[in-house]
């Protein structure tokens, strides 16, 4: 009787446990102007490594032959586990000590189930600070 009684509380946790859906992790996209033929270039940084952090850029449509054309410079997160961190980026020219033209800060958490949520955005900039783009969470 014993057993049975185990083999039916085993049971019920079992399809109680199948009925939960646990939502897909979210990723962040972040998509910003760059121009890597002026020697600058956006690099990412965080202060927990919270995130994988993957870029693809894509140059503008132009006409053949144009040179010197900028294009955006788009960021993936992927969250590797839950917490609380600063992601910035700073788009500067490596080679030349770092001179900084812009940065951009996201403040993001991470919940158990790596869902993402925007707790801050600001940017500041060399001469006029650029707008943080809004990150698309998916």
């Known amino acids: 009787m014993k057993k049975m009684v185990m083999i039916a509380l085993a049971l019920a946790l079992l399809l109680a446990a199948c ?3 646990t939502p897909a992790p979210q990723t962040v996209s ?3 102007d760059s ?7 956006w690099q990412a940084a965080q202060s927990e490594e ?14 053949e032959g144009m040179v010197g054309v900028g294009g955006t410079e788009t960021f993936t997160l992927t969250p590797l586990k839950a ?15 770092g001179e900084q033209a812009d940065q951009v800060v996201y403040t993001f958490e991470i919940d158990k189930n790596f ?3 925007m707790l801050d955005g600001y940017s500041t900039g060399a001469e006029e600070p650029i707008p943080a783009p809004s990150p698309e969470i998916k």
Do not use: C, M
């Open 50 to 63: 919270l995130f994988k952090i993957e870029s693809s850029y894509a140059v503008k449509d132009h006409p």
């Open 83 to 97: 917490g609380k961190t600063e992601v910035s980026f700073t788009y500067a020219r490596a080679w030349e000590g």
């Open 30 to 32: 972040i998509a910003l």
């Open 19 to 21: 009925g939960k859906e």
């Open 115 to 117: 869902q993402v949520k």
């Open 35 to 41: 121009n890597p033929t002026t020697g600058f270039s």
